[in-house]
């Protein structure tokens, strides 16, 4: 994926240029264990862990240089092989080819006109390779005793990825040629990049990415070297922090969840052929088809020969992107930043505050989302803001009130206010808020505009600012909006108008208003229900994390949608 990587020529290493023994490593990587699996430190000293962290791998990059494995030549000189490989296997590959598009990098371009909703593109199980092509590999006896391989099927697809671009014989050599070299995820951004990113909503999941990744690549180097059903892998002789980097943003990058092949379960997998192509906003475009086993994409729009095909990642924020793929996305219509709201424990009115929200669905303590979009509140955060500002009476009014039950489906509905005031409070409390949130960066939003017009800047520099830019348009347009309907709503007060009434009948219409119902937190909380489910299992394991994953959505032709 163009988007997803810059590419480099990789040089085949040809050993390391300073002896080091093994005792002296296994100390490197007992000392990054030990820092990495350390109690978290206290608020405020999170940059300094990092620096910390960093300058342990930097010292055993340093010493492991030269040691990786890797491939002569481009990835464009190994495109030819992986479209003969594919159309060995019985993927479709007449109607595109691989091209390269400046800026996006490398993506699919039409060999033909091709109609909006067409299959253009299938790919067989036989060529994805999987958790469940990682058991039945040399993987597997390390697999079956391993419990974060068996809790976390990223680890295992990097793994996976790792040993099989070790073995000459293996099957998938003509896709792993055709990955990048390196990335362009926050793992590969030097210390002065990341440092764009402080006072970001990013940078925790930044920081926590790097210490995440830097303890799996110590925990796996000392089990790969001592752990008995290790001894066969390809690795032992060569598994350097460089290799693991790699093998961890190739997957973080690509993967997505398909179904097992008797379709009773999900798993990890990589897609060949699909994955080079760059997102655009739309649909998702891409299932999976059970009773042909293969992943199939029809065409987002219309494409006439020579365009590039594009297909939608899913609802992913900028951080996201820049997180997980390595790309700021130019227009995203699902920008976003997060808001974290609660109302507290202490406050008088807490336990009918709480019975109310809990009636729609809603925790009393959540984290929402402030979105590009105007509004920029979903119906859940205004049921919420509703709520949280609500008096006494007005409280009362939908707990134990005419209709009370039934009122609670406006909460989330712009045209049944609470009360004028209740909207007043409400969106003075947003343009507050987020006025307060634009105060924590170090830099205004024309101090980012002006950097990003040096032309000396980094790709990964510029990266940073403009996703630190993004998070600051998105509070500057929530207090702007804020501003505008508090003004509105002093204004409907002020002069005496009637407020909308709640009609027993109107609970038809609202049942068929979907964006309007507050009771089930959606969308982001759907999105990342599959993925919080594998971070839970996963932190039952003491001292590791995964690696944070946004995974595209890929409907099942015929079933029940499979999600991230």
């Not at 379960?265 to 997102?279: E, K, S």
């Not at 109310?356 to 920029?376: D, K, M, N, T, Y």
């Amino acid at each position: 994926m163009g988007k997803k990587s810059r590419v480099k020529t990789q040089k085949s290493g040809t050993g390391a240029t300073a002896a080091v023994s093994p005792k002296e490593m296994m100390n490197l990587i007992s000392e990054l264990l030990q820092k990495c699996s350390s109690t978290a430190p206290s608020p405020g000293k999170e940059w300094e862990e990092y620096v910390q962290i960093r300058a342990l791998v930097e010292k055993i990059r340093k010493k492991q240089k030269g040691l990786s494995v890797s491939f002569e030549g481009t990835r464009e000189d190994f495109f030819s092989e992986l479209m003969a490989w594919a159309a060995e296997c019985g993927a479709s590959c007449d109607g595109f080819e691989i091209s390269n598009f400046a800026d996006e990098g490398y993506g699919l371009k039409a060999a033909k006109d091709i109609k909006a909703e067409e299959l253009f593109l299938w790919i067989p199980r036989k060529m994805l390779m999987t958790v469940e092509s990682a058991k039945n590999s040399v993987l597997g006896p390390l697999y079956s005793q391993d419990r974060i391989l068996q809790a976390m099927g990223n680890v295992t697809l990097a793994l996976h990825l790792l040993c099989e671009r070790a073995n000459p014989s293996s099957p998938w050599l003509p896709y792993i040629k055709t990955l990048p070299a390196d990335y362009d995820t926050p793992l590969y951004f030097e210390e002065e990049e990341v440092r764009h990113l402080l006072a970001t909503q990013a940078i925790q999941d930044v920081l926590s990415q790097y210490k995440n990744t830097a303890r799996q690549y110590a925990y796996f180097y000392k089990v790969i070297h001592t752990h008995p059903n290790a001894s066969k892998l390809p690795l032992k002789d060569a598994f350097t922090f460089d290799d693991y980097r790699w093998a961890v943003s190739s997957v973080m990058t690509r993967q997505n969840q398909i179904p097992t092949a008797d379709g009773s379960r999900v798993t990890l997998a990589l897609i060949p052929l699909w994955d080079m192509c760059n997102h655009t906003n739309g649909l998702i475009t891409t299932g999976y088809n059970l009773e042909d086993d293969r992943c199939e994409c029809v065409a987002l729009k219309d494409y006439k020969e020579g365009e590039q095909i594009y297909i939608f990642y899913g609802t992913r924020s900028n951080a996201e992107f820049v997180i997980h793929n390595g790309f700021f996305f130019e227009g995203n219509a699902h920008d976003r930043v997060k808001i974290k709201l609660g109302v507290s424990k202490s406050e008088r009115l807490y336990a009918m505050k709480a019975e109310v929200l809990a009636r729609a669905g809603i925790p009393a303590s959540s984290v929402f989302a402030l979105h590009c979009s105007e509004p920029p509140i979903t119906a859940q955060l205004l049921a919420f803001l509703r709520v949280f500002c609500m008096t006494e009476e007005e409280l009362r009014d939908y707990l134990v009130g005419d209709h009370a039950i039934n009122k609670i489906f406006t909460l989330g509905n712009t045209e049944f206010p609470v009360s004028w005031e209740n909207e007043i409070k409400l969106w003075t409390f947003l343009e507050t808020r987020a006025a307060l949130l634009l105060k924590t960066y170090k830099t205004t939003a024309e101090e980012d505009r002006s950097m990003l017009e040096k032309p000396d800047l980094s790709l990964h520099s510029r990266t940073a600012i403009k996703l630190r830019l993004a998070e600051k348009e998105i509070l500057e347009r929530a207090v702007s909006s804020g501003r505008a309907k508090r003004l509105h709503f002093q204004k409907q007060l002020d002069e005496g108008a009637p407020l909308p009434l709640y009609e027993e009948s109107d609970i038809a219409l609202l049942e068929n208003a979907d964006a309007k119902l507050p009771i089930i937190l959606r969308k982001l909380e759907e999105e990342d229900e599959c993925v919080q489910e594998e971070m839970n299992l996963f932190l039952s394991v003491p001292h590791l994390v995964s690696f944070v994953v946004a995974l595209h959505v890929l409907p099942v032709k015929g079933g029940n949608k499979v999600r991230k």
